[in-house]
C-alpha cells in the first residue's frame, strides 16, 4: 500500500514565525503535491514537483515556498505566517502524471 | 469533528441502501477521473478510477459510471454501511496534464 506521512497532524503557531510541514512518501513516486483544504473551496494547490529538486506554482502559490531535496521528502515552508494561511495542509503522490494521487493524513495548521 | 465543507450537498440514506454520489464534470479535455473518500479529521482516500475508454469500472462493493455525452461521473454504494459516511468527492484529470481538479464534494450520511 502507498503511505504518505505528514510529520504534524496539528499544528499552532505565532504569526510571523516561519513554519515546516514535512511529507515523506514510502512508493518511490515521481510527483509530489502540496494543497490546502478550506471550507467551502474545496482542494486547491499551492505546489507541486515532478522530481528531486523541482518544483511548480500550483494555483495559490502567494506565501509559500517548497523544497524537495530527496525524491521521497517533500516540504512545505511558509517563510512568515499569517492568520489567513490557517488551513487544512495536504500532502499527495503519485507515481507518474495521469496516475492516481495518493493523500496524507493532514496538518490541521492554526496561525495566532 | 472537523469539516471538511460546510454547506455541502448531503446524500441522507438509510443502512443496507443503495447510494448514489453524482459529480459533473466541466471539460471535455478530461480523461481520467478518481473518486475519493474522506472522512472527518483524516486526508482524502482513493475510491475507485476511471479512465475515458470506459463507460463502468466496479469495485468492491463500488461501480462507478462514466457519461462522457453529459459530462456526469457517478458513484455507486452497494448496501451501504455507517463506516460509508464521509464527503466523497471526484477528480478529474485533463490531458497531458499534471493537475486534478476536484469538486468540492458530497456528505454522505447513512442512518441506522
Known amino acids: 500500500d502507498v503511505k504518505v506521512t505528514q510529520s504534524s497532524r496539528y499544528l499552532v503557531k505565532r504569526t510571523g514565525e516561519k513554519v515546516f510541514l514535512e511529507c515523506v512518501q514510502d512508493?518511490?513516486?515521481?510527483?509530489m503535491f502540496w494543497y490546502r483544504q478550506d471550507p467551502g473551496l474545496g482542494l486547491r494547490l499551492i505546489y507541486f514537483?515532478?522530481?528531486?529538486?523541482?518544483?511548480e506554482k500550483g494555483d495559490i502559490p502567494e506565501g509559500y515556498s517548497v523544497s524537495r531535496e530527496k525524491k521521497e521528502r517533500f516540504s512545505l515552508i511558509l517563510e512568515s505566517a499569517s492568520t489567513n494561511q490557517t488551513s487544512m495542509y495536504l500532502c499527495?503522490?503519485?507515481?507518474?502524471?495521469?496516475?492516481?494521487?495518493?493523500f496524507g493524513p493532514g496538518t490541521r495548521l492554526t496561525v495566532l | 469533528g472537523e469539516s471538511v465543507g460546510l454547506h455541502l450537498p448531503t446524500l441522507s440514506v438509510q443502512e443496507g441502501d443503495n447510494s448514489i454520489i453524482n459529480c459533473a464534470y466541466s471539460?471535455?479535455?478530461?480523461?481520467?477521473f478518481i473518486w475519493y473518500k474522506q472522512e472527518s479529521g483524516k486526508g482524502p482516500q482513493f475510491i475507485i478510477d476511471?479512465?475515458?475508454?470506459?463507460d463502468k469500472r466496479q469495485g468492491q462493493r463500488v461501480t462507478v459510471l462514466l457519461n462522457k455525452t453529459v459530462k456526469h461521473l457517478s458513484l455507486q454504494i452497494a448496501a451501504t454501511q455507517p463506516g460509508d459516511s464521509a464527503v466523497y468527492f471526484c477528480?478529474?484529470?485533463?490531458?497531458?496534464?499534471?493537475?486534478?481538479?476536484f469538486g468540492t464534494g458530497t456528505r454522505l450520511q447513512v442512518f441506522p
Open positions: 499527495a503522490s503519485s507515481r507518474d502524471n495521469q496516475d492516481t494521487q495518493y
Open positions: 512508493m518511490d513516486h515521481e510527483n
Open positions: 514537483s515532478y522530481d528531486v529538486k523541482m518544483k
Open positions: 471539460n471535455s479535455a478530461s480523461d481520467y
Open positions: 476511471i479512465r475515458s475508454n470506459m
Open positions: 477528480a478529474e484529470n485533463r490531458r497531458n496534464t499534471d493537475k486534478l481538479i
